[in-house]
């Protein structure tokens, strides 16, 4: 059985119903899963796990919130190779491009970006993205 852990930041709530939602299709697809925040765990913690799922919307200019997430992110990057890694993160403006930054910035640290893409929800998820992103956590419970 596959261990997967969830790990998120959220502001408005709309992140922490996409972690639910991924984690319930992980454990339906009979993975042991963690689910936390960042200000929560550590770098290394999450470099143990089997694949782990990374949340954050989409702040500012489009960019991951910057006192907790970018901060981790950044000490994470120097962990992530060759581990695999599923992104996601919900948001209100622009077209997406904070993601495909972090999917970018991932693929260049060596880490295998489940999907090739992240999964993204505008703004409060409704039941179709929740269903993505259930369909999602059972992607990541078989990766």
């Known amino acids: 059985m596959s ?16 972690a639910e939602a991924i984690a319930a299709g992980a454990q339906a697809a009979g993975a042991e899963v963690e689910t936390t925040t960042f200000d929560q765990t550590t770098p290394e913690a999450v470099a143990a796990a089997d694949v782990v799922a990374l949340g954050c919307p989409a702040m500012g200019a489009e960019v991951l919130e910057e006192s907790i997430v970018e901060p981790f992110i950044c000490d994470y990057e120097g962990l992530c190779s060759g ?25 260049a640290a060596g880490a295998n970006v489940i999907t090739g893409e992240g999964l993204m929800a505008n703004n409060e998820p409704d039941a179709d993205a929740l269903a993505e992103c259930e369909s999602f956590g059972q992607t990541l419970a078989k990766a």
């Open 83 to 107: 581990k695999k890694v599923g992104l996601f993160g919900s948001y209100g403006w622009g077209d997406g491009q904070w993601m495909r930054d972090w999917v970018d910035r991932m693929s």
């Open 3 to 18: 261990k997967v852990m969830v790990v998120f930041w959220t502001g408005s709530g709309n992140t922490l119903k996409m």
